[in-house]
């Protein structure tokens, strides 16, 4: 298949493009390369998808752009006939999101028109997108569940992130677009964000400073390994959305609808304390923190907790890598990338 990535010089993008090169698809990759964050580890991650491709059986091709201009996406469309669309770029973080709103609204919401837009005017088979758990904001009923609603999002990135879902439901009511939206929880591993906790960690811990631990390290989270949520990305990409034919007006379910729509949750399924988080990066480090105990901050969950039966129902598919096996894992990339000289 050809596939479209967006966000491939990104944490998640880069894994699912690398993975869909390794098993022989195309890949056009779209990512303006921003500087949210350390620039040259997204150079470092292209590097690592011109390697991949030239070990694979698909070709690659990379567009140095910015989804919010209407124009280069247009362009990519009109040059490619995808076969799937898999829209992982957007403006990340919670903090960033309470000082920067402006840049919430392109990334995520005009660049995913535009996106949504040319998927519809191409006849695209179907549009995979990334939604985030931060959708599910003030509730508290445990686990989350795609068929409960989600509709008091507790930071601005949430509520764009909802309103990439509702935006997803209406080209998929009026066009018949086959899209679905996965909703992720707390993702890490390899070739992660600098301004993620596992990273930060890491970082502070090998320079003998501080960290800090929100929530005097009581709130939990549904850590997910990296590979885990591209395996599900993929087997989601590949399963075409379909209409839900029992769904009903008089009782709507949130996660489908009568049009070729639904939602997934992609988490571990297995709430960690951020104190036992820290814990597996101390015995990965062979380190011990020095911590900073503080309150919960603003626009923070207290937990997240997936209820991922429904992803595993649909595409036979269930994360299961353990914290203490995935940290390690970044551990030891992370050792490797910066050959031992902290950062």
């Not at 686990?143 to 509709?151: K, T």
């Not at 990296?226 to 029992?246: C, K, Q, Y």
């Not at 008089?250 to 609808?257: G, T, V």
Request: charged share 20%.
């Amino acid at each position: 298949m050809k596939v479209l990535v967006t966000g491939n010089a990104g944490f998640i993008g880069f894994h699912t493009a690398r993975r869909l090169l390794e098993r022989g698809d195309d890949v056009v990759g779209i990512d303006n390369v921003n500087d949210y964050y350390d620039t040259s580890l997204k150079e470092a991650r292209l590097k690592e998808l011109e390697k991949a491709a030239a070990r694979s059986t698909g070709r690659y091709e990379f567009l140095r752009g910015d989804l919010a201009d209407q124009k280069i996406v247009n362009g990519s469309f009109e040059t490619h006939q995808f076969d799937r669309v898999i829209h992982l770029a957007a403006q990340a973080g919670v903090r960033y999101s309470l000082e920067n709103p402006h840049s919430y609204v392109q990334s995520n919401i005009v660049a995913f028109t535009n996106i949504i837009e040319a998927c519809r005017h191409a006849s695209t088979p179907h549009l995979t997108y990334a939604s985030t758990s931060s959708v599910y904001g003030a509730n508290t009923k445990m686990p989350f569940s795609e068929h409960d609603g989600a509709n008091h999002p507790l930071q601005f990135y949430a509520a764009t992130k909802k309103a990439n879902e509702m935006m997803a439901h209406s080209y998929s009511h009026l066009f018949g677009l086959p899209t679905t939206g996965l909703r992720f929880f707390t993702v890490y591993g390899p070739w992660g964000r600098p301004d993620m906790a596992l990273f930060r960690f890491t970082q502070k811990i090998l320079r003998g400073e501080p960290i800090p631990v929100f929530n005097h390290g009581n709130h939990t989270r549904d850590f997910t390994y990296v590979d885990d949520i591209v395996e599900g990305v993929l087997r989601a990409s590949d399963n075409i959305a379909t209409p839900n034919f029992d769904w009903s007006g008089d009782k709507p379910d949130p996660a489908s609808s009568n049009a070729p729509f639904r939602l997934f949750n992609i988490g571990n399924n297995n709430p960690v304390k951020l104190s036992a988080y820290i814990e597996a990066i101390e015995m990965s480090l062979g380190i011990l923190a020095e911590k900073e105990l503080l309150p919960l901050q603003p626009g923070d969950a207290p937990d997240t907790y997936a209820d991922s039966s429904e992803l595993e129902k649909s595409v036979g598919y269930k994360p299961e890598t353990s914290v203490e096996s995935g940290v390690a894992r970044f551990v030891s990339w992370y050792k490797s990338y910066y050959h031992g000289v902290d950062r």
